[in-house]
Structures are given as C-alpha cells and as structure tokens.
C-alpha cells in the first residue's frame, strides 16, 4: 500500500517556475514507476511525465517536453516536478501517482494504481 501528497501548487504568472512534490509512503516506493497527470477544468486527465522505478528512464507529454524535468528520491520517498516556462494552458489540478504493476513506464493512467490527492496550479496570463 502507498500513500502519495502532493504540494507545491499555486498561482503563477506566465513564464514562471512551481516545483510540485510527491511525499510518498510505503517501503516499496523504490520499486514503483512514478507518474504526474493533469486534469483542468472540463477536461480528461492527461499524462503529463513519468519516471521509472530506478529513475533511469523518464518520459514527456510533447506539450511540456523541455519545459517540465521529473526526477525522484528514493532514499526520501519523493517525486518531484519542475515546471519551467509556465503558460497559461499548464492550468490543471496535478496528481502524482504510482504503478506497482507495470513491467514498463507507462503513460496510461489506468495502469497507475495510487493517487495523491491533487494540487492546484494556476497560471495567470
């Protein structure tokens, strides 16, 4: 069983920087590729980047690739965010999640089998 947090969310302008983390718990976290998806307001959650177990190999969504690093911790069971160049479109609520499943890093949300809870981001144009 993992629990996952999310933080680091708020309002920011156009062109800022927000570093959104994930607190997770259980000990197999290093085990789990990790996750980041968005849902903004009447629309389907996205894939945003993932990062697998070893943190070897990560993986973008074209719309926040050169702009957004995933990277992780695994000795602190965190996963973090980095989001470069914010435009106003990156709206969303973003969720961090992990799969204890897979073989492969995946950008499938239903192949992730833990949620945060959500953290509110807001960019301002």
């Known amino acids: 069983q993992v629990q996952l947090v999310e933080s680091g969310g708020g309002l920011v302008q156009a062109g800022g920087s927000l570093r959104l983390s994930c607190a997770a718990s259980?000990?197999?976290?290093?085990?789990?590729?990790m996750g980041w998806f968005r849902q903004a307001p009447g629309k389907e959650r996205e894939f945003v980047a993932g990062?697998?177990?070893?943190?070897?190999?990560?993986y973008y969504a074209d719309s926040v690739k050169g702009r957004f690093t995933i990277s992780r911790d695994n000795a602190k069971n965190m996963v973090y965010l980095q989001m470069n160049s914010l435009k106003p479109e990156d709206t969303a609520v973003y969720y961090c999640?992990?799969?204890?499943?897979?073989?492969?890093?995946?950008?499938?949300?239903?192949?992730?089998?833990?949620w945060g809870q959500g953290t509110q981001v807001t960019v301002s144009s």
């Open positions: 999640a992990a799969d204890s499943r897979s073989f492969y890093l995946s950008d499938y949300d239903g192949g992730y089998d833990y």
């Open positions: 259980g000990r197999n976290f290093r085990n789990y590729h």
């Open positions: 990062i697998s177990w070893s943190g070897d190999s990560t």
